[in-house]
């Protein structure tokens, strides 16, 4: 299957996807995109705007992943610890564009992950865990999303390592390598996704070969 894997960080939602596939990856920082190539040898991945990538290429996948930057929408701004930490900011839009975007315009199956945000969400989603996932099939119940319980500090990041299995202390980028091993998508949560995806997809493929 022909997958389009946006805003791919170090590839935690593709971590149990296997080899089988044709995986395009696409995220902007290019320390991340290196380590994501050293990880996953087989994916072709490119340093681009994913916003922009989906818009320019979504014709040319069956199977599309995007986990669009969830800071502005995180119900961590507004926590009585960071209430005066946190510069106030718009919502980033984009998520909502993409969400409509691909409802109206791709042939395929699609999801779209964010953090459970400090509003209500402007377009209903299913919630599982600690997040919620706009796409066009029905989720299980349980996706299957690991519990870990780490507060900041000396060693939350180590925890992470356990927890995703990679090492991010090989990231030499400027981002901060805490940030990034929070926001890694668990991996078990991202293959019960996508079988449950091609498990629908097959359905449908059994269905029309049926009618002919």
């Not at 909502?96 to 109206?104: A, G, T, V």
């Not at 078990?188 to 049926?210: P, V």
Request: proline share 4%.
């Amino acid at each position: 299957m022909k997958i389009l894997n946006l805003y791919a960080c170090l590839g935690g939602n593709r971590y149990l996807w296997g080899d089988d596939h044709e995986i395009t990856a696409v995220e902007w920082d290019e320390e991340l995109a290196r380590l994501y190539q050293e990880r996953f040898p087989k994916d072709k991945v490119i340093v681009a705007d994913a916003h922009q990538y989906l818009l320019d290429h979504y014709k040319e996948f069956e199977f599309i992943w995007s986990s669009p930057p969830c800071p502005t929408h995180s119900r961590v701004r507004f926590t009585q610890k960071n209430k005066d930490f946190y510069i106030p900011k718009y919502p980033d839009m984009s998520l909502y564009q993409e969400i409509i975007f691909l409802e109206k315009h791709f042939n395929g199956k699609y999801v779209v992950e964010n953090v459970i945000p400090y509003y209500d969400p402007l377009i209903s989603a299913q919630k599982r865990g600690r997040h919620l996932y706009w796409c066009n099939f029905k989720l299980p119940i349980d996706v299957g999303e690991r519990k870990i319980q780490i507060s900041s500090g000396s060693q939350e990041v180590k925890k992470l390592c356990e927890f995703h299995d990679y090492d991010f202390y090989k990231y030499n980028g400027k981002q901060r390598i805490d940030k990034i091993a929070r926001n890694l998508v668990d991996y078990k949560a991202g293959k019960t996704i996508l079988d449950t995806a091609m498990g629908i997809m097959t359905k449908q493929d059994t269905k029309q070969i049926e009618l002919f």
